[in-house]
């Protein structure tokens, strides 16, 4: 565990009923050259491997992982129950089918936003055609008041400040 870390990040995974895909969310904090200060995994009650994915996880990982296994009414409520567990001082939620792009995001993430004023920063995604097996790219290269309205971030390209909720 990174204890002198200035820069402390607290990752949000919501899950229901995807353990393979989690495995692998899971797989890509644990290889953070920054790691979080904290992982809260916020399960609806899944019924698949979950539980057992996220034990094994929370042995090897050098950081606390904080299992919340409750009922809740969908993703925006586990991830509200996340946010109300949070100790680290940056945010950043990471959904149970997603994964970080390379092991440096949390560093480099962290750094740019601990260097500014800002309330969040964001960044570019890259996601799967899970039917096509195509990587496909959304960059957010201008952003302003129209982009936002028209298209939004992509909310797993965001590193919030916790003082933002």
């Not at 393979?20 to 790691?35: G, I, M, N, T, Y």
């Not at 990471?94 to 920063?121: K, M, W, Y």
Request: charged fraction near 25%.
């Amino acid at each position: 565990m990174n204890s002198g870390n200035k820069r402390e990040v607290t990752v949000i995974t919501p899950t229901f009923n995807r353990s393979s895909e989690l495995k692998e969310a899971l797989a890509s904090v644990l290889k953070q050259s920054l790691p979080p200060k904290e992982h809260i995994i916020c399960d609806n009650c899944s019924e698949d491997e979950t539980e057992a994915v996220v034990k094994a996880y929370a042995d090897e990982a050098p950081y606390r992982v904080i299992y919340k296994r409750e009922r809740d009414t969908g993703i925006y409520q586990a991830m509200n129950r996340g946010l109300a567990t949070a100790n680290g001082e940056f945010l950043f939620i990471l959904n149970d089918d997603d994964q970080f792009h390379g092991p440096t995001v949390l560093d480099r993430f962290s750094a740019c936003l601990s260097g500014s004023g800002a309330e969040f920063i964001f960044g570019d995604t890259v996601w799967l055609d899970r039917n096509t097996g195509e990587k496909k790219y959304r960059r957010h290269n201008q952003m302003n008041r129209l982009t936002l309205v028209q298209k939004g971030i992509s909310q797993q390209a965001i590193l919030y400040r916790k003082s933002a909720f």
